[in-house]
């Protein structure tokens, strides 16, 4: 199953969302990760972040959702957050399609503590959502259920 996390930029949500899903996921299971209006870099402190977790940060770069019109999802997951006013992204196509808003870390004004702490809560919010999707039986679950499924998860 190849999963998409898709946000804005593709420099912080998307990225931490990528990289720490392949982190804990099985053999079976990919995510990859775009962005509406990608950066063109990932924010230091997303790579920072993840090496802190001794999470990989091989491979990760900003891109357009474009990069994946030959290999399409199974499931595209948005993670921009919609309360702040931000305009998630749409991806065109037949993946499933859920959403798992997050507040963006790199908004977050204070000292490098209260900045760190961020990164590390959005992380953590990530891993929990993360470890919740795989651990469903997806040989148990149609289409519509597994919809269901991932719209709970937001919740988490």
Known sequence: MKVLFMCTANSCRSILSE???NHIAPAGFLAVSAGSFP??????RSLTTLQEAGISTEGL????NDAFEGN??????????KAAGE?????????LKGHW??????????????????????????????RAFLAL????LGRDELKCEIDRISGL
């Open 19 to 21: 990289a720490m899903f």
């Open 39 to 44: 950066k063109g870099h990932v924010l230091p």
């Open 61 to 64: 770069s900003s891109k357009g």
């Open 72 to 81: 399409p999802p199974d499931v595209v997951i948005t993670v921009c957050d």
């Open 87 to 95: 305009a998630c992204p749409v991806y065109f196509g037949p993946a």
């Open 101 to 130: 808003g997050l507040d963006d870390p790199s908004d977050v004004a204070g000292s490098e503590a209260e900045i760190t702490a961020a990164f590390h809560a959005t992380l953590a919010r990530i891993e929990v959502r993360c």
């Open 137 to 140: 039986p997806f040989s148990d």
